[in-house]
């Protein structure tokens, strides 16, 4: 099995954190919803850009339907996810709110045993466990 999701993975984590912290930064003099607009017109500047210039751009009519439609409620998820994160670094410390968002990771575990089929050992579960609680004990301070 290849880890090159391990390397993919351990990025997005470095990108996450800068996000929390540039966002606190960010917000701090704006309306969250506006902030929250600003971050999706850059990111969707940005793939747009990468995705022309590697030729792939043009795909996207070639998805089938069933795609776009979990694609589409995937993209709410997001939307709403981004509009909750930012109003809660704009009223709180990141170093809170980020440890309350990424309890995520065990509702994807939770969501993924159940509707997924996945399926985690006793050390998977403890670690989410862990995970748990090490992010209410964060969020606590």
Same mark, same amino acid.
């Given at each position: 099995?290849?880890?090159?999701? $391990?390397?993919?993975?351990?990025?997005?984590?470095?990108?996450?954190?800068?996000?929390?912290?540039?966002?606190?930064?960010? #917000?701090?003099? #704006?309306?969250?919803?506006?902030?929250?607009?600003?971050?999706?017109? =850059?990111? $969707?500047?940005? $793939?747009?850009?990468?995705?022309?210039?590697?030729?792939?751009?043009?795909?996207?009519?070639? *998805?089938?339907?069933?795609?776009?439609?979990?694609?589409? *409620?995937?993209? =709410?998820?997001?939307?709403?996810?981004?509009?909750?994160?930012?109003?809660?670094?704009?009223?709180?410390?990141?170093?809170?709110?980020?440890?309350?968002?990424?309890?995520?990771?065990? *509702? =994807?575990?939770?969501?993924?045993?159940?509707? $997924?089929?996945?399926?985690?050992?006793?050390?998977?579960?403890?670690? =989410?466990?862990?995970?748990?609680?090490?992010?209410?004990?964060?969020?606590?301070?």
């Amino acid at each position: 099995m290849s880890s090159a999701w $391990l390397f993919w993975a351990l990025l997005a984590a470095v990108f996450a954190a800068l996000t929390a912290i540039l966002a606190k930064v960010g #917000v701090s003099a #704006v309306d969250p919803d506006l902030a929250t607009l600003v971050r999706t017109l =850059v990111i $969707l500047a940005l $793939l747009a850009g990468f995705l022309a210039a590697t030729g792939r751009l043009r795909a996207v009519g070639s *998805l089938p339907g069933r795609t776009y439609l979990w694609l589409a *409620l995937s993209g =709410v998820a997001t939307g709403a996810s981004w509009v909750c994160y930012f109003r809660a670094l704009k009223l709180g410390q990141a170093s809170q709110v980020a440890p309350i968002d990424k309890l995520s990771v065990v *509702l =994807v575990a939770i969501l993924a045993a159940l509707f $997924l089929g996945e399926k985690l050992s006793a050390a998977g579960w403890t670690g =989410v466990a862990m995970i748990a609680g090490g992010a209410i004990l964060l969020a606590r301070g």
